[in-house]
């Protein structure tokens, strides 16, 4: 079934520095989510790419979607401590309304 | 204010027990869902319905067990046959079509006794 890979596993970074963590799959994707779990939190939605390089930006967030739709980044600019979390992509898997979702990123930020 | 509900948020199991997590949602989305998640795993998929009274397994069904009676419940029974069942469970709930966004519960965390 659709596999997506997403690296790195965890990232520490000192307050002010920038994040991205990516996503890759071996398939052309139809589309990809990113979701944001605070820690004891549950995921929450953060965005969705559908087009082949599809940039969108949430304030400080910004999000991509490669042009073979084979991959996915999303970087945040001068990391806050209210960044920390894990963040998770998912693409939904062929034609069925089941999301798969990568392992996430785990984000420390170091006041 | 619409949204999912899980409950307990906490749970111990015996050996030898099944046990049941409720969900709940009144956002009035079609597709439910049970995810299991466990450290550096990510989520994986238990079972999802998308209409009363039909459901699917997912990518870990084994030992566990669900049921669609009413289009706002979705409860998940973690069976004796689960031998690793010490995990954080998260339900979640979507609209049909057009990759709709998942809306998650807050999750119920089980532990063995």
């Known amino acids: 079934g659709q596999q997506v890979m997403q690296i790195p596993q965890y990232q520490h970074v000192q307050e002010g520095e920038d994040f991205t963590t990516y996503c890759n799959s071996s398939t052309t994707l139809s589309n990809i989510q990113w979701y944001k779990q605070r820690p004891g939190g549950h995921p929450v939605f953060l965005i969705q790419l559908v087009k082949s ?47 798969v979702f990568g392992k996430g990123t785990k984000l420390t930020v170091n006041p | 204010d619409g949204g999912i509900t899980q409950s307990p948020k906490y ?25 299991r998640q466990d450290p550096g795993q990510g989520l994986r998929l238990i079972y999802y319905s998308q209409i009363v009274n039909d459901f699917q397994k997912g990518d870990i069904a084994e030992g566990y067990s669900v049921s669609r009676e009413k289009k706002e419940s979705f409860p998940l029974t973690v069976t004796s046959a689960q031998k690793n069942p010490t995990a954080f469970y998260l339900c979640a709930s979507t609209r049909l079509g057009g990759y709709q966004p998942q809306h998650f519960g807050d999750g119920t965390r089980l532990s063995i006794l």
């Open chain 2, 11 to 35: 749970l111990f199991r015996k050996e030898g027990q099944n046990v049941t997590l409720s969900c709940e949602q009144n956002l009035n989305h079609d597709a439910m869902y049970w995810y």
């Open chain 1, 53 to 99: 390089g599809e940039v969108k930006k949430q304030k400080r967030l910004t999000f991509q979607f490669g042009e073979a739709k084979k991959n996915s980044s999303l970087h945040i600019t001068a990391t806050q401590t209210t960044d920390v979390g894990t963040y998770f992509c998912a693409v939904t898997q062929g034609g069925s309304e089941k999301l």
